[in-house]
């Protein structure tokens, strides 16, 4: 089975546009959640992954949106992101997003935004919270993401790595547990402003990291239109 994953799409239509263009043909697409926030294009971006039949699970941002998490615990740009996708979502964007579970098992992996122990809050960005995450799976391997950078920490006869992989990397597996991140589709944080995702190959065992160039300035257009912070806007230039 071929699987396009997904993260922190944050509602920026044309990086996942661009994605699901290059993609090549795969039999099922897995989000990670932060599918809403910071970007201009919240309902569209759900349509979009509904038509894919997108699988997957809700993020910090996502759950902000259906007022479930306070508002404090955003900094001021992202709660103002927050309260406007509050302000023009639709009660059917809001209803698939409640239906999005924390944590999701699929063939084998765990699926979270930010790490297995703690789903919608923990960073994973060292090995001790990766050792810490892979030992609170019942699954082989998990995906998660939040912290918008690509990595793979790899635990491999109890030695724990962590490898930043570039566009094209290509990992097999091989029977070890492994933590793996896609990196951010709609707001890159690694200073590349491509947006980061990757195929996970169950047949082969494997997973291959790619970026995609997007139109950029007309995501930024948009979001300058409805007044979204000037800081969101400038990031997505610099990947930061
Ligand atoms: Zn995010």
């Keep these: 089975m071929r699987i396009g994953v997904l993260s922190d799409i944050h509602a920026n ?17 897995w989000q990670l959640g932060d599918i809403v926030g910071y970007g201009p294009h919240p309902d569209q971006i759900v349509a979009r992954l509904r ?15 259906l007022g479930e998490l ?12 927050i309260e406007w996708t509050r302000s023009v979502v639709s009660e059917d964007t809001l209803g698939w997003l409640r239906s999005l579970p924390t944590r999701v098992e699929l063939e084998g992996f765990t699926l979270v935004h930010g790490s297995p122990r703690d789903p919608t809050w923990e960073y994973v960005t ?19 993401g939040h912290t918008h ?16 992989p570039a566009d094209g990397s290509r ?29 996970l190959d169950t047949d082969a065992d494997a997973i291959s990291w790619h970026r995609t160039a ?14 979204l912070p000037v800081r969101l806007v400038e990031r997505l230039s610099y990947g930061l």
């Design 13 to 29: 239509l044309p990086a996942l546009e661009a994605v699901l263009a290059a993609m090549p043909s795969v039999d099922a697409i």
């Design 51 to 65: 038509e894919a039949g997108a699988s997957g699970v809700r993020g910090n941002h996502d759950a902000a949106a």
């Design 70 to 81: 306070d508002l404090e615990a955003f900094n001021s740009d992202a709660r103002r992101a």
């Design 126 to 144: 060292s090995t001790p919270v990766a050792r810490a995450g892979i030992a609170a799976m019942t699954t082989p391997s998990g995906l998660h």
């Design 149 to 164: 950078v690509p990595i793979v920490f790899i635990l491999d006869d109890g030695r724990l790595d962590a490898i930043g």
């Design 171 to 199: 990992l097999t597996i091989d029977g070890r547990r492994v933590l793996v991140n896609p990196g951010s589709v709609g707001q890159p944080r690694d200073g590349i402003p491509t947006a980061s995702w990757l195929i």
């Design 214 to 227: 997007y139109d950029v300035e007309a995501v930024q257009r948009a979001m300058i239109e409805v007044e």
